[in-house]
């Protein structure tokens, strides 16, 4: 069975700070690796994806790493702002017949304080 | 174009009670998918519906069901609601035909059920 940790649960940072978000996953076989961004009460909005054959993927601030053989993943985030505050949550879609089925896991909460 | 759409945003309902949700996929989106969040939790699968057909099932008890229309617009019903019910329900769509690995799963905003 799948299971994905983040680390760490919750983190405050000051604004201008570069700071890395990690995902850690059981099982390598999957097709790839999301993650999202989700504001209090919202939906999910896809921040990068990486499929199992990439090792990272890269949007303006953002950059994603992905080593499926340890089964971890980071998630970068570059002169924090405070508008970054949000939960952010990794997901895997593992392989075989695993239509739509994304694994997450329960996020880190990220506050970036003026 | 426009994005995932949910009915209702908000619902309360009490024990006992059956509940309905609609999910309006992205134009062209055959796949959607379906996920409870709570704090507890967090989020889990609850099915995934492609062309009208069940291809995926989370571990939950019968009381959860769905369907997918010929226009793909789903619909998720929960019978005999529970206490432990009350959830953010999000529907995800994605076009479902694209290699696996490559494709995103695009979010609605959610219905929150309250049951009382």
């Known amino acids: 069975k799948q299971e994905v940790t983040q680390i760490p649960a ?9 700071l890395v978000l990690n995902c850690s996953f059981t099982d390598s076989a999957i097709y790839n690796l999301q993650w999202f961004r989700q504001d209090p009460g919202k939906g999910l909005t896809s921040l990068l994806l990486i499929q199992s054959s ?3 993927q890269t949007s303006g601030r953002l950059n994603a790493s992905l080593d499926k053989s340890s089964g971890r993943s980071t998630l970068y ?7 970054d505050s949000a939960t952010y949550l990794c997901a895997v879609l593992a392989g075989g017949t695993s239509y739509g089925k994304l694994t ?9 304080h003026p | 174009k426009a994005g995932v759409t949910q009915t209702p945003r908000y619902l309360i309902k009490t024990r006992g009670q059956q509940v309905t949700l609609s999910c309006s996929p992205i134009s062209g989106h055959r796949s959607v998918s379906w996920y409870q969040q709570t704090p ?11 062309s009208e057909t069940q291809r995926n099932k989370g571990n939950f008890p019968g009381r959860f069901s769905g369907r997918q229309f010929s226009n793909s617009r789903s619909e998720m ?4 609601l529970e206490l432990g019910d009350s959830a953010l329900y999000l529907c995800a769509s994605s076009s479902g035909t694209l290699a696996a690995g490559s494709e995103t799963q695009y979010f ?8 009382l």
């Open chain 2, 108 to 115: 609605g905003p959610g219905t929150r059920l309250l049951v």
């Open chain 1, 54 to 56: 990439q090792r990272e």
């Open chain 1, 104 to 112: 997450f896991g329960q996020g880190t909460i990220l506050t970036v």
């Open chain 2, 77 to 80: 019903n929960v019978s005999t």
């Open chain 1, 77 to 83: 985030i570059a002169a924090s702002q405070p508008g």
């Open chain 1, 10 to 18: 919750a983190l405050s940072v000051p604004e201008g700070e570069n």
């Open chain 2, 40 to 50: 507890g939790q967090g989020l889990q699968f609850l099915f995934e519906y492609f």
